[in-house]
């Protein structure tokens, strides 16, 4: 499918896939998704480029870029996959990177040219409607800046950006909690109940925790976690990322692109010499996202996810680290809602510039057809499961 871009002398838009990344453009990736508006670590090119590495040829995902040619600069990025055109919606689509380990979809935008790629963003849409229905964001949050400041933009230029709200996942706002740290937010009976599976699990050996540092490292704390992943129930239903090829190829491969960074972040809860629980977190900005968590077993009565997850951010405070907040990227129920007092509301977008999207009446029917699937966003895509990172 071709499509029409606009530019002009200072800004360009286009698009490319990750087999055409220069290391030139990476750097500028890297550089503008640490300056961006809002983190996100799951449109990072560490994350972007390990995924696609594992995809077939033919189903290579999108990268939309729009670049201050004057500065030589990215100034917005976005990751995308095209979804062909269905009786319910009638143009082909685009949808955010469609893969099972992005917990987390949306843009990246440079603060001070956020007007620039916003203009473009929906010229580009604004040529291509009869071609291009519009972009569809999945796990969207909904509060971030670029977001909000989108809707407002394209609402006053004739388009639409549907935010639809969905849940709320649990997430630690370092800058608003108070010096006694984390347990001056719990009851009681929670405060009792870490105390008291902390002192279980000291009596194995003294408590410590780290973070993998030495890049020189990151293998064997990679195998470390893998194992205890696959021994756990994870593994007996298959989900672990060792139980694929596809994800152990995924993982190894970012693990060998977080070498050039400081993307990666992995973290290890001990007793003695035993690792009771390790992490996988993605560095993004100055948010730390959470991507994996196993635990040993052996300690299970210790609750040591728990404990691991509580020493977390006990870590980064006492330390000082420069991060203002975590994203939990889990579902809403999940057993961090007792324990992490802040809330990210998630949600599902539609961008688009189409007359059809903007409900110009000329077909009421596809309109209402439209409206059905705004509901339910996640049943118009048509990847198969054979193109997908699964």
């Known amino acids: 499918m071709t499509f029409r871009y ?4 200072d800004t360009k838009l286009f698009t490319l896939t990750p087999d055409l990344c220069s290391t030139d453009f990476q750097r500028e990736w890297k550089q503008l998704e640490q300056e961006s508006l809002s983190g996100n670590a799951f449109l990072s090119p560490e994350f972007v480029l390990s995924m696609a590495d594992v995809r077939p040829a033919h189903n290579q995902p999108i990268i939309l870029a729009c670049r201050n040619q004057r500065q030589n600069r990215l100034i917005g990025l976005g990751v995308f996959d095209q979804v062909k055109a269905t009786k319910a919606l009638p143009l082909p689509h685009w949808i955010s990177i469609h893969c099972p380990h992005s917990f987390r979809s949306g843009l990246l935008v440079a603060e001070n040219s956020r007007t620039e790629f916003y203009q473009l963003l929906t010229n580009f849409l604004t040529q291509n409607q009869d071609e291009l229905l519009g972009i569809e964001f999945r796990n969207l949050r909904l509060k971030s800046q670029w977001a909000r400041e989108l809707r407002d933009y394209t609402a006053e230029h004739g388009g639409s950006f549907r935010l ?35 002192n279980r699990l000291s009596k194995y050996g003294p408590i410590q925790f780290r973070l993998v540092e030495k890049r020189t490292e990151f293998e064997a704390a990679l195998n470390h976690f893998l194992r205890l992943e696959e021994a756990s129930w994870k593994g007996n239903l298959g989900t672990a990322l060792q139980s694929s090829q596809n994800d152990l190829k995924f993982i ?5 692109q977080a070498k050039k ?8 809860l001990l007793t003695g010499e035993d690792v009771v629980a390790t992490a996988l977190n993605f560095r993004s900005g100055r948010e730390l996202f959470a991507f994996k968590i196993a635990w040993n077993d052996q300690f299970e009565k210790c609750s040591p996810g728990i404990l691991h997850e509580v020493a977390l951010v006990d870590h980064i405070i006492t330390r000082k680290l420069p991060y203002d907040r975590i994203d939990s990227c889990s579902s809403a129920g999940s057993y961090l809602e007792k324990l992490w007092p802040d809330r990210v509301a998630i949600g599902s977008g539609m961008l688009s510039m189409s007359t059809l999207a903007r409900g110009t009446g000329k077909v009421i029917s596809q309109l209402q057809s439209l409206k059905r699937w705004a509901a339910n966003l996640t049943q118009t895509a048509t990847l198969g499961a054979d193109d997908s990172l699964n």
Do not use: C, M, T
Request: aromatic share 4%; no cysteine; charged share 25%.
């Open 6 to 9: 606009k530019s002009n002398q």
């Open 252 to 256: 190894r491969q970012l693990i060998q």
């Open 261 to 268: 960074s400081d993307y990666l972040v992995i973290s290890q």
């Open 164 to 198: 639809l709200p969905e849940s709320e996942s649990p997430a630690v706002d370092l800058q608003l909690l108070p010096e006694e740290g984390l347990s001056a937010l719990w009851s009681s009976s929670r405060r009792k109940s870490i105390r008291k599976n902390q």
